[in-house]
């Protein structure tokens, strides 16, 4: 499959008006290379690394967070791949590749399984080749869509997706860069409202409870430098509303590094991220 050539033209926009592609600059740090930089990756730039040394001096345990982000990524997709049955992901806020991208856990354990990513930065659509490395029996897809443009990417997904079967959407370390006021909410609703019941919806938060107030102040601080995202901290109540009309798979609303984790995986270490997956019931 071929990278989608169309980026996000206002097509479908949510009702928030507000989505927009990310413009390449160097000169600011861009969420999705300040986590490439705190992963050990190499595609970031000298902005990136400032905003990234200046928050992990105000917030140490950002780096441990973004690991253990990743290692339930892979953990929440080989759940969906090889407990629920799910052979169709619409993974929004890709990142720049890195080992272990969703198809490549799904795929490992059902070829046939099909991928559409999303995500609205440069740097990721120039890398996007990685991510249509499909096993054969499978596909991938890649679309440059602001989360907030839900038409778009609707209407772009389902050129690979079949949106009458289950889905799983995940949104992993994307919807706090939603502000309130562009309704991180309705646009869940929306995407959720797209999909059949069976279908799985998979969310990591920066959690509201698991920081103290002054470090989230003094990383809003460092992230005001970053371009449109810095991060909204939200309750575990706030996440729990993004799962209605879904039954949360057990173990529920937990820490990222909490949900399953491998045998014999080192707990002293704590995120300051929720997460949790659902399952749409019937209507
Ligand atoms: C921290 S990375 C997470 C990558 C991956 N989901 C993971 O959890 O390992 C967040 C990604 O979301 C993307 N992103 C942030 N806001 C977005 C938006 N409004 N629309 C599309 N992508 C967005 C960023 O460009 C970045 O690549």
Same mark, same amino acid.
């Given at each position: 499959?071929?990278? /989608?050539?169309?980026? /996000?033209?206002?097509?479908?926009?949510?009702?928030?008006?507000?989505?927009?592609?990310?413009?390449?600059?160097? /000169?600011?740090?861009?969420?999705?290379?300040?986590?490439?930089?705190?992963?050990?990756?190499?595609?970031?730039?000298?902005?990136?690394?400032?905003?990234?040394?200046?928050?992990?001096?105000?917030?140490?345990?950002?780096?441990?967070?973004?690991?253990?982000?990743?290692?339930?990524?892979?953990?929440?997709?080989?759940?969906?791949?090889?407990?629920?049955?799910?052979?169709?992901?619409?993974?929004?806020?890709?990142?720049?590749?890195?080992?272990?991208?969703?198809?490549?856990?799904?795929?490992?354990?059902?070829?046939?399984?099909?991928?559409?990513?999303?995500?609205?930065?440069?740097?990721?659509?120039?890398?996007?080749?990685?991510?249509?490395?499909?096993?054969?029996?499978?596909?991938?897809?890649?679309?440059?869509?602001?989360?907030?443009?839900?038409?778009?990417?609707?209407?772009?997904?389902?050129?690979?997706?079949?949106?009458?079967?289950?889905?799983?959407?995940?949104?992993?370390?994307?919807?706090?860069?939603?502000?309130?006021?562009?309704?991180?909410?309705?646009?869940?609703?929306?995407?959720?409202?797209?999909?059949?019941?069976?279908?799985?919806?998979?969310?990591?938060?920066?959690?509201?409870?698991?920081?103290?107030?002054?470090?989230?102040?003094?990383?809003?601080?460092?992230?005001?430098?970053?371009?449109?995202?810095?991060?909204?901290?939200?309750?575990?109540?706030?996440?729990?509303?993004?799962?209605?009309?879904?039954?949360?798979?057990?173990?529920?609303?937990?820490?990222?590094?909490?949900?399953?984790?491998?045998?014999?995986?080192?707990?002293?270490?704590?995120?300051?991220?929720?997460?949790?997956?659902?399952?749409?019931?019937?209507?």
């Amino acid at each position: 499959m071929t990278a /989608s050539e169309s980026p /996000s033209d206002g097509n479908g926009f949510g009702d928030s008006g507000t989505s927009r592609s990310l413009p390449f600059d160097t /000169s600011v740090a861009h969420q999705a290379r300040v986590y490439d930089y705190v992963l050990g990756g190499k595609d970031n730039y000298a902005a990136d690394r400032a905003a990234t040394e200046a928050w992990l001096k105000i917030d140490p345990g950002m780096a441990f967070s973004a690991r253990a982000n990743r290692a339930f990524l892979g953990r929440a997709v080989r759940y969906l791949a090889a407990e629920a049955g799910i052979r169709q992901f619409l993974d929004i806020g890709t990142g720049i590749p890195t080992a272990g991208n969703t198809h490549q856990v799904a795929q490992a354990i059902a070829p046939e399984t099909r991928v559409v990513y999303v995500d609205y930065d440069p740097v990721v659509l120039a890398h996007a080749r990685a991510l249509l490395d499909s096993h054969e029996a499978g596909a991938t897809e890649y679309i440059d869509a602001d989360l907030r443009d839900t038409g778009t990417i609707l209407d772009q997904a389902a050129r690979l997706l079949d949106f009458s079967r289950p889905v799983a959407v995940t949104m992993l370390a994307i919807l706090h860069a939603i502000p309130d006021s562009d309704d991180p909410h309705a646009i869940v609703a929306k995407l959720m409202a797209a999909v059949p019941a069976g279908s799985h919806l998979a969310v990591s938060h920066v959690g509201a409870e698991l920081l103290d107030r002054d470090k989230q102040d003094g990383v809003r601080g460092v992230a005001d430098r970053m371009v449109q995202q810095t991060p909204t901290y939200r309750s575990r109540e706030q996440i729990a509303r993004f799962f209605e009309g879904a039954d949360l798979v057990e173990p529920g609303i937990v820490r990222v590094e909490e949900w399953r984790p491998a045998p014999g995986t080192d707990s002293t270490a704590t995120s300051s991220m929720w997460c949790a997956l659902g399952r749409k019931r019937t209507a």
